[in-house]
């Protein structure tokens, strides 16, 4: 099927005929198209803050200083299966033990941590149920999955009740559903993404026992009973950028494309920190975005696919949820550089094959904040903030790197963590959300 494109420098923004594009299209392609303008106002300006950390990274694309705790004040429910979250049992199980390590706090199945820290049974009747709540399938193999599978293993190894799933929330339905949620006798509840946060600022005062927790992403307000996760979408897109750009040098490849949704905010941000990443390794390479509509929408995901492979894309990234896998074994049929969006254990899959992960992992990070929750270091209103090249649970990692590859993954962790490129996000950041 003919698309219909924008062609602006050197490449282009893509919409699927008869998907619908939301109210805000027309200030993001314009977004879009000032990214040629902020690549060549920045160029190589250097900035430096006073509170960046530079970290050395010994494995690529991993981060290994210690987190830092990054503080800043502020339908049919089901408990899920064994297949649900065996995908990524082992990756999961390996994070909480080191979360819990370096939390330091021992809990009993009441709740209770170590001295000076919380207790997480806040209904008070003997057992800890937390819920969880995704606007995409609990079994997506990504990002919704990720945060399912992070708290039924965080659960599991504090010795807590099997928490209760409702997955595929319609923004509509969030209301109702995440209400319904709390009167479930749930002691915290974990709120998948910020489409279905809108609720958020009646319930977390309504229902002021429960302990509340959002990936509510970039801008979203705080609240006084409301626990956030933060991590910064240029240094995520950035990272992963550089990534692609070693793996399409190596291959010969000379055009990259991201299929997204609908061109919302925070896709726009990924997408240009991802260019300006991606030409930090080649200035020739072009980079292609195309809207499908839906994060889940898997015949639209494919339609875009085969759109992108005919004109001989040699990388795609799927930044999408439900559809993600099926973009994955379609690249992977053809010889296509692939990456997943969030999951840490992309890597380590058999079932499908992924050149890179991009780490932004929602169950890495509930498990890091939950355990700092059980030990006293994080509290209510406050948003948890993860950054790359110095925290491990976020930034692209190459599976199978060279040394050389290795070394250049290395050298971008210390660039981002250093600050040098903050002129360059700040630009991005502000032509993705203005202000």
Not at 51 to 73: D, E, I, K, N, Q
Not at 173 to 181: F, V, W
Not at 281 to 299: L, M
Not at 390 to 405: F, K, L, N, R, Y
Request: hydrophobic share 45%; net charge negative.
């Amino acid at each position: 099927m003919k698309t219909h494109e924008t062609a602006t420098n050197d490449y282009r923004i893509t919409t699927i005929p008869g998907r619908p594009m939301n109210r805000r299209t027309t200030t993001t392609l314009a977004a879009f198209a000032a990214l040629g303008l902020i690549a060549a106002a920045c160029g190589s300006s250097k900035s430096t803050t006073a509170a960046t950390t530079t970290a050395a990274a010994t494995t690529t694309a991993t981060a290994t200083t210690a987190a830092s705790a990054g503080t800043v004040a502020a339908g049919a429910t089901t408990a899920p299966t064994a297949a649900d979250t065996a995908a990524a049992a082992s990756t999961i199980a390996a994070t909480v033990a080191a979360a819990t390590t370096t939390a330091g706090s021992a809990t009993t199945a009441g709740g209770t941590a170590a001295a000076g820290g919380f207790n997480l049974d806040t209904n008070g009747d003997g057992k800890v149920v937390i819920g969880v709540a995704t606007p995409g399938p609990r079994n997506d193999g990504g990002y919704y999955q990720a945060l399912v599978t992070g708290v039924t293993a965080f659960s599991k190894a504090h010795g807590f009740a099997d928490p209760i799933i409702v997955d595929n929330i319609k923004a509509e339905e969030a209301a109702t559903q995440l209400d319904s949620l709390a009167r479930q006798n749930v002691d915290m509840i974990a709120v998948g993404a910020g489409e279905i946060a809108d609720p958020l600022k009646d319930l977390t005062a309504k229902y002021a026992k429960i302990v509340w927790y959002c990936n509510c992403g970039a801008g979203y307000p705080s609240q006084p009973n409301l626990i956030q996760q933060g991590d910064d979408g240029n240094e995520i897109g950035y990272s992963a950028g550089v990534a692609t750009g070693l793996l399409m040098k190596a291959k010969g490849a000379t055009k990259a494309a991201m299929i997204g949704n609908n061109n919302l905010n925070f896709e726009k941000q990924a997408f240009m920190a991802f260019q300006l990443g991606l030409k930090s390794v080649d200035p020739s390479f072009a980079w292609t975005y195309v809207a499908t509509g839906s994060f889940n929408d898997v015949a639209a995901a494919t339609e875009a696919f085969n759109n992108l492979k005919a004109q001989g894309v040699g990388a795609i990234w799927p930044y999408l949820g439900g559809s993600g896998e099926a973009v994955a074994k379609l690249a992977n049929a053809n010889n296509i550089i692939v990456m997943d969006a969030g999951a840490s254990n992309a890597c380590t899959r058999t079932d499908l094959h992924y050149d890179l992960a991009v780490k932004f992992d929602a169950g890495d990070y509930a498990t890091a904040i939950f355990n700092e929750l059980l030990a006293g270091k994080i509290q209510r209103g406050e948003t948890r903030v993860f950054h790359v090249g110095v925290d491990p649970q976020v930034g692209a990692q190459i599976c199978s790197p060279t040394a050389d590859e290795t070394t250049a993954m290395t050298a971008a962790f210390k660039q981002i963590a250093s600050g040098s490129l903050k002129d360059q996000f700040d630009a991005i950041s502000k032509a993705a959300y203005g202000g």
